[in-house]
């Protein structure tokens, strides 16, 4: 029997209340809602302001509504939206060149997608049907190697890659053909790659699992893997690539200076690609892009005339406009600053450019009044505080608290941000 929903009106309803009724509950939210974004400030429906050091999650690399993609939505809106693959598009041409010579800088095909998720899917089917021509079904060189705490998306293939078993409860059957093995355990990678590996996936820098930033030896045992099993090294930099390291790849990034020369087979990005316009990617090096062949994969939305001149603005902005050495430049600032303070309820920062995690205390952090009876995990816990206090943060993880500020971010935003969060830990910590 059906039931007519109460027709109360909307503007008698809170934002909250009509998420509750309407939408699918899939999502835990902080009780806030936003209605206006500028630069990294977010101004709450009530009129708060808050200092925006989520991001979106690492998806507004140039903050709220820049003036570059104000004018490139409105400019590419009033010619052409949309337009099928069946057909050629200068502006995915044109951002798959600058994807190819200038983010990665060798030979190579780009492919664009809606997602992250959807492009590490895209990367598991490229290692797979790469396989599958080159040694034939019967050689079952089908299984991909993924790495502990990793996180590759949501869809059925993306949980199936991800080393979380909370993602996978109540899922099953998951899609077969995957390991997960520790992250930054060379020897243990070794021991699971065989004739049957198809390709090894990894983050260079987790993001959800709690911002681990891959060694260079680990890189370099995958790398000898990808040569002696003739196996595909593929890279997700869903969160930390095209500018969040202060480097187009974050794998440069932190490889930089080790002696390690490690280049991918293939890369997937997302989130801050476009700046907040929903954009998926992928690279695939000449070498194995015939894989891929008409009729293996496709997207409807993907690489859309709107998408991909959003994207170009967007990264055209990063590439040119300073950003890149903005970001190491801040890293160093903050690094410099966080160095000085000393509070029992955190043990370290880590992380890499503007992707960086302060890891709490799980001990220190028993001892703080409301702590226990909140029910919250020692993450939430503080971005909560941290939110109270007008500055926005994300979790990853139990322990860590997620500092992923546009890359743009200045100087005195960066101050301000680390005024608020000292004096969020001082409080915590009893002083």
């Not at 780009?110 to 790469?130: P, Q, T, V, Y």
């Not at 890891?359 to 505080?385: E, Y």
């Not at 608290?401 to 969060?421: C, G, I, K």
Request: aromatic share 8%; with cysteine.
């Amino acid at each position: 029997m059906s039931v007519v929903p109460d027709k109360t009106t909307s503007s008698s309803l809170s934002t909250e209340e009509l998420m509750n009724r309407y939408v699918l509950g899939n999502y835990g939210r902080f009780p806030v809602a936003f209605a206006r974004g500028e630069g990294v400030w977010l101004w709450s429906e009530e009129g708060r302001r808050y200092l925006d050091f989520s991001s979106g999650v690492a998806v507004c690399s140039l903050g709220h509504s820049p003036q570059v993609m104000v004018e490139a939505l409105a400019a590419q809106a009033a010619e052409l939206i949309h337009c099928s693959n069946l057909y050629w598009v200068r502006q995915q041409a044109e951002l798959a060149r600058f994807v190819v010579e200038t983010m990665m800088e060798r030979p190579g095909k780009a492919f664009f997608c809606n997602s992250g998720a959807e492009a590490n899917d895209g990367l598991i089917k490229l290692a797979r049907k790469r396989a599958w021509e080159k040694y034939g079904a019967e050689s079952g060189k089908n299984v991909v190697v993924t790495c502990r705490q990793s996180f590759h998306g949501r869809t059925l293939g993306g949980i199936a890659a991800t080393g979380q078993e909370k993602v996978k409860v109540g899922f099953d059957p998951l899609l077969p053909g995957f390991l997960h093995m520790p992250f930054n355990d060379p020897a243990t990678l070794r021991e699971a790659v065989t004739e049957k590996t198809a390709a090894i996936l990894f983050e260079p820098v987790q993001g959800e699992g709690g911002i681990h930033v891959a060694t260079p030896e680990f890189f370099a045992e995958a790398a000898r893997l990808r040569d002696e099993f003739d196996l595909l090294l593929m890279f997700d930099e869903v969160q930390c690539g095209a500018g969040r390291t202060g480097d187009w790849c974050g794998w440069r990034t932190v490889l930089a200076g080790s002696g390690a020369a490690v280049e991918p087979d293939a890369v997937s990005w997302a989130k801050g690609f476009a700046g907040g316009f929903p954009m998926g990617a992928l690279w695939v090096a000449d070498e194995h892009a015939a894989a891929m062949g008409p009729g293996t994969h496709g997207s409807t939305f993907g690489g859309t005339p709107l998408a991909c001149a959003v994207a170009l603005a967007v990264l055209g902005e990063i590439g040119d406009g300073g950003v890149l050495a903005n970001v190491k430049r801040q890293e160093s600032r903050i690094r410099e600053a966080v160095a000085t303070w000393d509070f029992p309820v955190l043990s370290e920062l880590r992380g890499v450019g503007l992707m960086l995690g302060f890891v709490l205390d799980a001990q220190a952090m028993a001892d703080v009044p409301g702590f226990a009876a909140s029910g919250k995990t020692p993450s939430i816990f503080v971005v909560n505080a941290a939110r109270e206090a007008g500055l926005l943060t994300v979790p990853a993880g139990e322990t860590v608290v997620r500092w992923l500020p546009p890359l743009n971010v200045t100087d005195a935003e960066v101050d301000e941000a680390l005024a608020v969060f000292h004096g969020v830990l001082s409080t915590l910590s009893g002083r």
